[in-house]
């Protein structure tokens, strides 16, 4: 009767494997029509793919000029994927906000697209909640970039005497923005560049950087 039991258990964990293999087997994969800038593309279907746990600098500023780097973004960002077939691993978040699909691309090779654009400063590493799978090898990357003072992180000028994080949503603004004001639970953060190594993030509002 054991060994009956133990078969039956060995079977059923050998199915369970082939069902996991079988799916790792099926893996999305996708075609990059255009770039946007440098964290959006254009899939071949239409849908606007937005890289989950990553912010560039944005190319299409409403303030008026591109933010740093966002032009050297953009074009990092179209030499990897412009017009390529990879990998999409979609994040637990499907869309954003904008209705944006949310996702990783990774390359032939297994790299991240995001990883990549990261580790030589032309994105910082953000946290989102249900889109974070991949947030320990952003962080990485992004303490590398600017122990190396690549792209955006070699060019940290502080503005104010410190900056206020938001321990919940993991950004950081000035001190005199209304926002920082409200906030419950707060890190501060001496300069930007110990905010960045902290995993924090510019807040939108009051814009603590670019200055």
């Known amino acids: 009767m054991r060994a009956c039991k133990s078969s039956l258990l060995r079977i059923l964990v050998l199915v ?3 069902l996991l293999g079988a799916a790792g087997a099926k893996a999305l994969r996708v075609k990059v029509v255009r770039v946007i800038d440098g964290d959006t593309v254009v899939l071949a279907d239409g849908r606007h793919l937005r890289y989950a746990g990553i912010n560039a600098p944005e190319l299409h500023s409403p303030e008026g000029p591109p933010e740093p780097f966002a032009r050297e973004a953009y074009l990092r960002n179209r030499e990897l994927v412009e017009g ?7 994040a637990f978040r499907r869309k954003d906000r904008h209705g944006r699909l949310l996702g990783y691309l990774l390359l032939p090779d297994g790299r991240l ?16 909640p249900g889109a ?32 206020i994080g938001n321990v919940r949503s993991r950004r950081f603004h000035r001190p005199g923005c ?17 905010a960045f190594e902290a995993g924090y993030c510019p807040a939108r509002g009051c814009r603590p950087w670019p200055p």
Not at 84 to 90: A, C, N
Not at 178 to 194: D, E, G, N, T, V
């Open 84 to 90: 390529r077939t990879l990998r999409f691993e979609p």
């Open 16 to 18: 369970l494997l082939l």
């Open 132 to 163: 974070s799978r991949y947030r320990k090898r952003l962080l990485r990357a992004q303490l590398q970039a600017l122990r190396q003072g690549r792209g955006i992180f070699g060019f940290l000028r502080d503005t104010e005497p410190y900056y």
């Open 178 to 194: 209304p926002r920082a004001q409200k906030i419950r639970k707060k890190r501060i953060f001496p300069s930007l560049r110990q």
């Open 113 to 128: 697209v995001s990883e990549i654009l990261v580790s030589e400063g032309l994105a910082m590493a953000c946290y989102y």
